[in-house]
């Protein structure tokens, strides 16, 4: 008798468990959905309004980097890039001599 209560018991928490996890699984493909939804939303509504104002390009900041440029590709057109060898010296310790 005692054996079918034991079995009983089982069965009963092996159905509740595949319950649960059917529960758990509804729950999980809902918050999902939420998050999807709310994603997609999020991104339509960038695409509509656009990221925002920005502040427009200052004029001393864009002379700079065209002067870069223009110094870079002097730099880089006449000239090839070489490579030069320093020999790093070391005292007995480790240190930078």
Known sequence: M??????AIVCL??????????VLTLELHKAI?????????????LVEKGLGDFEPINPIQAAIANMLTQNLQKST?????????VEVVRDVAGKFS
Not at 2 to 7: G, Q
Not at 13 to 22: D, E, G, K, P
């Open 33 to 45: 959905s939420q998050i999807d939804l709310m994603m997609a939303q999020a991104i339509q509504g």
């Open 2 to 7: 005692l054996d079918y209560l034991v079995l």
């Open 13 to 22: 928490n092996l159905l509740f468990c595949v319950w649960m996890l059917r």
């Open 77 to 85: 057109s006449g000239a090839t890039a070489s490579v030069i060898d």
